[in-house]
């Protein structure tokens, strides 16, 4: 472990595979195959240039103009195409409430992201961070929550590529389709980073006019400006009416709504293989509430225009319908369903390599802080973590499970999990964001001196904690009455699982809560390469 017996954390790199340590000493291993205190000169970590980079380490590939696409659109999914489906049946007024809602928590937490990951960007916030300023224990528990999101976001697209390739080549059974692009994007990340981050720089453009594109169809559709179907404007909105079941549908709204909005944070975990952090990163942060308002209010705003939330094609709980689908549909473009398919595919192959690259860094920084298996810290040649990528990507095979469910049911059921995950992670930002700030200070650092500060300080982070709190403990509201088992544990298994794993991780690791005064501020920053 990267822990002495005493407790104290050693020093640590901040992402490698440690294949520069000598391994030859006799210490005893743990369970996980760390030394529980290996000396290792971090000094100048933060000093390297693009040709002195340490052997076998992740790559500082992304250039600013992809850390800026992708925290604009890098991972919008076949989620706010399809999984909408399920929140847009609720009423219009639970789109524009629950997005609304979840949109200012994820401003909340991007801010204060902002703030932490620019001054330390050589690790992934939610584990590195919780252990610098919590608990050791407190940041691996974290830090697997944030992998199980992406476990979930990655089996969902597979779900929904699958799916849309059964309806056009019914002759491939759908396992027969998810094995296939399993392998095939399983393939690609073994390109590296810079392949990754230019083909999520296309993609993301991609998207950004598909979305622009039906919200241009939506304003003339509602504006009569189709043959034969006269101006309705807001109709939805009184006939059937903006919520189908009051409150209920409002709460049930936030869980997809957190899922969709997973993502926003994906600019602090490529921190790490960015050239410079220092200025990717505040300009992304930045644009996060422009993603927001544009993309997530403007989904939320024309979706509830467009289709009504009776519709059949909203309820059918066997398959996977987008209401961009039913939408084109109503306005008498049966054929359209084909265009809609093909752009559910383009955000399919972004939303999987980023699912996949976000999740085995995640479990990079993990394995390098002790709190996973060492051996997958281990990266090859092109600065791959070859055996996290594998072990993320195979996670994905959970989406074999609607097989047996049906495309919809599994939907829902990963998604559910998600979205408490997301509450979890993003009210954990808020607390590191406050426990680094009151550090700050008793070092005796200005606030001017930080790269980048977090908005409304400290009334923001202490709103984001709140309202995360709450959601997390609300979201199951609607598998009370009628009460559903199996849809209860689904809501809050994470709840004692976050618990029962924080206990093992300190129990074993014998941590101790940080004493803030003792933090050491300027491990973990490094230099702009350019």
């Known amino acids: 472990m990267w822990f002495s017996k ?21 210490k005893e291993e743990d369970v996980w195959g760390h030394h529980p205190a290996e000396e290792v000169d971090t000094a100048s970590f933060s000093d390297f240039t693009e040709h002195e980079e340490r052997p076998l380490a992740l790559k500082r590939g992304l250039k600013d103009r992809h850390i800026s696409l992708i925290a604009l659109a890098g991972i919008i999914g076949p989620g706010i195409l399809v999984g909408a489906a399920k929140p847009t049946g ?3 007024a639970s789109l524009i409430i629950g997005f609304g809602v979840i949109g200012l928590i994820a401003f909340s937490m991007v801010q204060s992201l902002g703030e932490l990951a620019t001054l330390y960007p050589s690790g992934c916030v939610f584990s590195t961070l919780g252990n610098k300023f919590v608990d050791r224990a407190i940041g691996g528990t974290v830090g697997w929550n944030y992998v199980i999101i992406w476990v979930a976001v990655l089996a969902n697209e597979y779900n929904m590529v699958a799916n849309i390739f059964v309806g056009w080549g019914p002759q491939i059974p759908l396992y027969g389709y998810i094995l296939i692009f399993w392998a095939a994007f399983l393939a690609f990340q073994f390109l590296g980073v ?7 720089f296309w993609l993301a453009l991609t998207k950004i006019v598909g979305i622009f594109a039906f919200y241009l169809f939506s304003i003339v559709y509602v504006s009569g400006g189709i043959k034969g179907i006269p101006a309705f404007g807001f109709h939805y909105w009184n006939d059937p009416g903006p919520l189908a079941n009051g409150f209920k549908s409002v709460v049930s709204t936030f869980v997809f709504a957190s899922t969709f909005y997973s993502g926003t944070e994906s600019v602090a ?16 942060i930045r644009q996060t509430f422009v993603r927001i308002i544009i993309v997530y209010m403007g989904i939320a705003l024309f979706y509830g225009m467009t289709v009504p939330y009776n519709d059949p094609g909203l309820n059918d709980g066997s398959t996977l ?7 084109i549909r109503n306005a008498g473009w049966n054929g359209g369903r084909h265009l809609i398919n093909a752009f559910i595919i383009v955000t399919c192959i972004s939303a ?13 920084h993990l394995a390098n802080e002790g709190s996973a298996p060492k051996f997958l810290s281990r990266v090859n040649r092109m600065g791959v973590p070859y055996f996290a990528v594998i072990l993320m990507n195979a996670f994905g095979l959970i989406s074999l499970m609607n097989v047996s469910t049906g495309a919809a049911q599994a939907y829902q059921y990963i998604v559910n999990i998600s979205g408490v995950a997301v509450f979890i992670c993003w009210g954990s930002v808020n ?12 070092g005796g650092r200005s606030v001017e001196s930080l790269p980048y500060k977090g908005w409304w300080y400290p009334y923001l982070p202490i709103a984001g904690l709140f309202l995360n709190v709450f ?12 009460f559903s088992a199996k849809d209860f544990v689904d809501a809050y298994v994470l709840i004692p699982f976050f618990f029962v794993l924080a206990l093992w991780l300190k129990f074993w690791n014998k941590t101790k809560w940080v004493n803030l005064r003792e933090v050491d501020l300027d491990e973990g920053r490094r230099k702009d390469l350019d």
């Not at 810079?194 to 999520?200: L, S």
């Not at 426990?435 to 700050?440: G, K, P, T, V, Y």
């Open 6 to 26: 005493s407790g104290h954390q050693e020093p640590q790199p901040p992402y490698s595979n440690n294949s520069h340590i000598d391994t030859s000493s006799k």
């Open 90 to 92: 609720e009423g219009p």
């Open 194 to 200: 810079a392949t990754f981050g230019e083909a999520e």
């Open 269 to 284: 975990i490529a921190a790490s293989e960015t050239r410079n952090p220092s200025k990717a990163i505040p300009n992304a």
């Open 321 to 327: 319908k987008s209401p961009m689908t039913i939408a």
């Open 352 to 364: 999987i390599n980023s699912s996949i690259y976000i999740g085995s860094r995640t479990i990079v």
């Open 431 to 442: 607390l590191y964001h406050l426990r680094f700030r009151r550090a700050w200070r008793l």
């Open 471 to 482: 959601l997390l403990l609300i979201q199951g509201w609607s598998t009370f009455k009628p």
